[in-house]
């Protein structure tokens, strides 16, 4: 064949496979509110910057069919692009390709380009459109997801693996993503389930929709499986590539530094805090006030809103943001918050972002629903991770730091380089009324006038505890601040920490209470 035929016959073959499973499954896809994953790729990566990879492979099957059937490419795109000019490896199944389900050399793509990320030290982001294990293919199915998942955990720490949820996913389809570091949903097309609405109803005999069994909705706001929750898939993508802004190529880097922008907030700080330190008010909005451009990029929004989560920038470098929400629940800690807290946490020190920590909080959640929930447990990640980062650790109380609370909110204790305390800050085991109903019972008891007793006691312990001075005075405390000079010192802080260095005991690894 001439050189001009070969390549009229390369583009033949290459517009034959990039059709996917052909124009009825578009319409299909498209009916159902869905890009195809080509052009998902394409909204995702800088223009042109898109290689792809294998788009030649076949599958091998033979029984029930298959033999019979051509799947292109076998049902998922695998390449290299790059977005803002930051190098990902990624891949993207097809559901017009068989309902992109896995089989063996489907699996094999995706582990060849989790590898090729690993081996590259760049981020991973799988697009994931997958009725899961391709049934036809039985255990060599089940082998390539368990393949995958090896890779998920050997990836873990060392390059940051982005799940997106663009389909109903089911079986190993959602649990690569949940082992992985962010998950992004879409509202009406991302489903999440182990099992299906067919399979439930055949073992259970219980009809359920596919939106009410693992929505976008129920993994943004219940499961908590979801990072990032969106509208539509465009939005998603936007999501996404503010988010690689964010984060480094892998472990061994720093998240690229932009220029230094001072807040857009012009006003005074503490005008954000209610001058009654019963009121609550947004602790998103002292965040937006110290970081760049005031842009605070929140994480988990819609899950356990007690607790904020997300990056920042302070002088152009990412920062993590760890925060209690007064607005809601008092922004105590409880299970869900513990384990969105201390996920996030570990995340930032295994990426070398440092984290910041806003405190305002009455403590761990009492009752017994967080008790039988295992709050203990949950509870006890937050200190594991606190104690183990060595990213640069730097806390700023504002004003209730109670109990287990202060010392989970990365105290001095766990290991903080620089702790902050606004002059509003309350410092004690338990809130004033608390403690002086039980140290002070005796007396109020027998007191002539028991109220006007309990009033005097709860002043005396506030005067006594309620205040930053006591820890201050022991150094637990390194400075009692202006909250108008918060940003200023986080500044000097992140700095001065630029070269921080600590040694840990040798070990092969923790075991966190998972
Ligand atoms: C083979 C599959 C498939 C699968 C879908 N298809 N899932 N083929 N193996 N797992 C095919 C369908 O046969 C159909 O082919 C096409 O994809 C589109 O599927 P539909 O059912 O028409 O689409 P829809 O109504 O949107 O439903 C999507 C779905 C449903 C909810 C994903 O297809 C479904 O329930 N699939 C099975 C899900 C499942 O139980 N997977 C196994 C999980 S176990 P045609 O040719 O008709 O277009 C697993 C093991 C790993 O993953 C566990 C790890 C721990």
């Known amino acids: ?87 990902v490896c990624l891949f993207a199944q097809d559901f017009t390709v068989a309902g992109g389900s896995l089989g063996l050399m489907h699996a094999r793509k995706i582990t060849k380009i989790m590898d090729h990320a690993l081996k590259m030290r760049v981020p991973l982001i799988g697009i994931n459109d997958s009725g899961g294990a391709r049934i036809q293919e039985g255990v060599n199915s089940l082998a390539g997801y368990g393949e995958i998942f090896y ?58 929709s596919m939106e009410d069994l693992g929505g976008a909705r129920v993994h943004a706001e219940t499961t908590g499986n979801a990072h990032f929750f969106a509208r539509s898939e465009q939005e998603c993508f936007d999501q996404i590539k503010k988010l690689i802004t964010f984060i480094p190529w892998n472990n061994e880097t720093k998240a690229r530094a932009f220029p230094p922008k001072p807040p857009k907030f012009k006003g005074k700080i ?75 946490i570990r995340f930032c020190d295994a990426f070398n972002i440092p984290i910041v920590t806003f405190e305002d909080m009455p403590g761990y959640l009492p009752g017994v629903d967080q008790e039988h929930a295992g709050v203990i447990r949950h509870g006890a990640k937050v200190l594991y991770a606190y104690s183990e980062a060595t990213v640069p650790k730097i806390t700023v109380i504002l004003r209730k730091a109670y109990g287990g609370g202060y010392i989970a909110m990365n105290s001095r204790h766990l290991g903080a380089d620089f702790m902050m305390a606004w002059p509003t800050a309350e410092i004690a085991v338990m809130g004033p009324e608390g403690a002086a109903n039980i140290i002070f019972k005796k007396e109020i008891e027998s007191a002539d006038d028991p109220d006007e007793m309990r009033k005097k006691k709860v002043q005396e312990y506030k005067e006594k505890f309620a205040n930053p001075y006591v820890a201050a005075a022991k150094g637990y405390i390194d400075a009692v601040i202006e909250p108008s000079e918060t940003r200023k010192l986080l500044l000097h802080a992140i700095e001065v920490s630029a070269n921080k260095g600590v040694s840990r005991p040798k070990k092969k690894h923790g075991i966190p209470p998972f």
């Open 151 to 208: 890779r998920n955990t050997l990836a873990s720490g060392v390059i940051p693996q982005i799940s997106v949820i663009l389909g109903p996913c089911a079986g190993g389809a959602v649990y690569s993503p949940a082992l992985t570091d962010f998950v992004f949903v879409v509202d009406n097309i991302s489903k999440m389930f182990i099992t299906g609405p067919s399979v439930i109803k055949t073992v259970l005999g219980e009809d359920i």
């Open 1 to 87: 064949m001439s050189l001009k035929k070969s390549i009229l016959d390369l583009r033949r073959r290459k517009e034959k496979v990039q059709k996917g499973g052909g124009d009825k499954a578009i319409e299909k896809q498209v009916a159902m509110g869905k890009l195809t994953a080509r052009e998902r790729i394409q909204a995702l990566c800088d223009k042109d910057s898109f290689t792809e990879y294998d788009l030649f492979v076949e599958h091998e099957a033979r029984d029930f069919g298959m033999d019979k059937k051509e799947l292109h490419g076998d049902g998922v795109i695998i390449g290299t692009g790059t977005i803002y000019g930051s190098p």
């Open 270 to 344: 503490e005008d954000l805090i209610p001058s009654d330190p019963r009121q609550p008010y947004d602790i998103r909005d002292i965040i937006r006030a110290v970081v760049d451009d005031s842009d605070f990029f929140e994480i988990q929004e819609l899950w356990a809103p007690n607790m904020v989560i997300g990056f920042g920038r302070l002088n152009g470098e990412t920062v993590g943001f760890v925060a209690n929400q007064p607005l809601v629940l008092a922004g105590v800690l409880d299970v869900d918050s513990s384990d969105k807290a201390a996920r996030f």
